[in-house]
């Protein structure tokens, strides 16, 4: 399987939102989520115009044989609120037909490799399939060098559904 990441380009702002939607609204078994909380309003990703305006803001899309897998969203913004850092993975989504065949791991480490720095990464503690995910793709990429805060109170954007503080790694590409 050819896999490669490519710049998500502005003419494509629309199946990055797409995708987005799709991220967002995918089930989980630990949210709840009202669908008629939103049911007439159109789907709005508050960033999605940074990653085409703003610097150091950065979209790629994963590609898989030529076909959209799933996205990683960049930014220069801490997730931590009291630490600085060169970059964060705000979203990362690898759509579920193409999970568990290393392209996750392939898209991490691609840009990983590409942006050399001080990484931030805020998960969700009750995500039964990025917990272990996470866990193991960084460990792999940094040798084990990296730090985790578990329900760490500064993280940016408050808290999750149901008031749940994000785990945040800190490490180094």
Same mark, same amino acid.
């Given at each position: 399987?050819? @896999?490669? *990441? ?8 629309? @199946? @990055?939102?797409?995708? @987005? ?20 309003? #159109? ?8 990653? &085409?305006?703003?610097? +150091?803001? *950065? ?7 030529? +076909? ?15 630490? #600085? ?10 759509? #579920?037909?193409?999970?568990? *065949? ?42 084990? +060098? &990296? ?5 760490? #109170? ?20």
């Amino acid at each position: 399987m050819k @896999l490669e *990441l490519t710049r998500v380009k502005k003419n494509d702002k629309m @199946l @990055l939102k797409n995708l @987005l939607e799709l991220y967002e609204n995918e089930p989980n078994d630990y949210e709840e989520i009202d669908a008629n909380e939103n049911e007439n309003k #159109p789907y709005e990703y508050k960033h999605l115009d940074r990653y &085409f305006t703003w610097e +150091n803001w *950065l979209a790629y899309f994963i590609m898989a044989d030529g +076909n959209h897998a799933g996205f990683v969203l960049i930014s220069p913004d801490s997730v931590a609120l009291d630490i #600085p850092t060169d970059y964060s993975i705000y979203e990362f989504f690898v759509m #579920p037909e193409y999970r568990r *065949l290393g392209i996750g791991r392939f898209a991490v480490n691609s840009i990983l490799d590409m942006y050399k720095g001080n990484w931030q990464l805020k998960r969700d503690p009750r995500d039964k399939n990025s917990v272990p995910f996470w866990n193991k793709v960084i460990d792999e990429y940094t040798n084990g +060098n &990296f730090e985790i805060k578990e329900s760490y #109170p500064n993280s940016g954007g408050g808290t999750y559904s149901g008031g749940v503080w994000g785990d945040v790694f800190f490490f180094e590409s």
